[in-house]
């Protein structure tokens, strides 16, 4: 199971941190991503991270790249999201999935949290 949380109404150029609580699967062995979905498109990748084992090696999208931090604590099964910088195109549901960034697409996902990004 996937909670998101800290999702909400910011200012362009605002900042938030999105976090993820995982359960029912061994965390610390599993690659973790999110994805959004703007109003009226399709899923997008955001970024991913990998395991300890992996350096905990990180990926972004372009979009994103500069302006958001993906972390992890294994301790406490939770993935994180700090966004920095936003616009009102990052406006979306965000989700956290597990997966990598290869099959996130289509990987099970929570019931997500809404950013809105407007002034």
């Known amino acids: 199971q996937l909670v998101e949380s800290g999702g909400g109404l910011v200012q362009p150029g605002g900042s938030l941190r999105l976090s993820c609580t995982a359960s029912g699967f061994t965390f610390n062995i599993a690659a973790m991503t999110w994805v959004r979905q703007a109003p009226g498109e399709g899923l997008e990748w955001v970024s991913s991270?990998?395991?300890?084992?992996?350096?905990?090696?990180?990926l972004y999208d372009d979009a994103v790249k500069g302006r958001f931090t993906i972390s992890r604590d294994d301790a406490r099964n939770t993935v994180y999201l700090q966004m920095s910088s936003l616009k009102p195109e990052d406006t979306a549901v965000y989700y956290c999935v597990k997966s990598g960034r290869s099959g996130s697409l289509s990987a099970s996902r929570g019931q997500g949290t809404q950013v809105t990004v407007s002034s």
């Open positions: 991270i990998g395991t300890r084992v992996a350096g905990y090696d990180t």
